[in-house]
T-cell receptor
Framework: KAGVTQTPRYLIKTRGQQVTLSCSPI?????VSWYQQTPGQGLQFLFEYFSETQRNKGNFPGRFSGRQFSNSRSEMNVSTLELGDSALYLCASSFSQGTGFADTQYFGPGTRLTVL | EDKVVQSPLSLVVHEGDTVTLNCSYEVTNFRSLLWYKQEKKAPTFLFML????IEKKSGRLSSILDKKELFSILNITATQTGDSAVYLCAVEAKGDDKIIFGKGTRLHILP
């Protein structure tokens, strides 16, 4: 079974631009979560999508948005980029039966975003 | 291929027991090893380990890294029901700047 894939792997943008990152989950997985990983802040939860609906949301400004398609692929968009948005953005997928207990998540390799 | 393997995959113990979770890795250009606790959706950071043989401790939790044998353990003493979670181990790699996660150990503490 193919793992979680994220594209692109590296991205360089300038302040004020917008960016779209893509995540393809493991086949059969319906939940996709997005995280921001920075050296100072560690892993921070952005949002989770399940069956094309945002199910959970972290404490990020509205500039960060996402969506999920009917094939469970997900995109994350960041508008009006700031220098502080430079980070590794990770996507994780899980089967997620919604039991309320963390399902096993499978992480992708991440997209390294650098904002200049 | 870089990989991080955690064991056991799941563990059920009684409150008050001590548990040891294992994480072994094969990652080129190792930078650091990270432990996270994940209860619902957002993992919370526990430890970052970069040097071999130095124990990191926080309350009832402690962790140590062995860079020669390429593994780390996370110990939890006097477990409580609130320790029930999935514990994730991840390794950061230099160079191609990536982080590889293990599949986690699902820990369930019975009252």
């Amino acid at each position: 079974k193919a793992g979680v894939t994220q594209t692109p792997r590296y991205l360089i943008k300038t302040r004020g631009q917008q960016v779209t990152l893509s995540c393809s989950p493991i086949s059969g997985h319906r939940s996709v979560s997005w995280y921001q990983q920075t050296p100072g802040q560690g892993l921070q939860f952005l949002f989770e999508y399940f069956s094309e609906t945002q199910r959970n949301k972290g404490n990020f400004p509205g500039r960060f948005s996402g969506r999920q398609f009917s094939n469970s692929r997900s995109e994350m968009n960041v508008s009006t980029l700031e220098l502080g948005d430079s980070a590794l953005y990770l996507c994780a997928s899980s089967f997620s039966q919604g039991t309320g207990f963390a399902d096993t998540q499978y992480f992708g390799p991440g997209t390294r975003l650098t904002v200049l | 291929e870089d990989k991080v393997v955690q064991s056991p995959l799941s563990l059920v113990v009684h409150e008050g027991d001590t548990v040891t979770l294992n994480c072994s890795y094969e990652v080129t250009n190792f930078r650091s090893l990270l432990w996270y606790k994940q209860e619902k959706k957002a993992p919370t950071f526990l430890f970052m380990l970069t040097s071999s043989g130095i124990e990191k401790k926080s309350g009832r939790l402690s962790s140590i890294l062995d860079k020669k044998e390429l593994f780390s353990i996370l110990n939890i003493t006097a477990t409580q029901t609130g320790d029930s979670a999935v514990y994730l181990c991840a390794v950061e790699a230099k160079g191609d700047d990536k982080i590889i996660f293990g599949k986690g150990t699902r820990l369930h503490i019975l009252p």
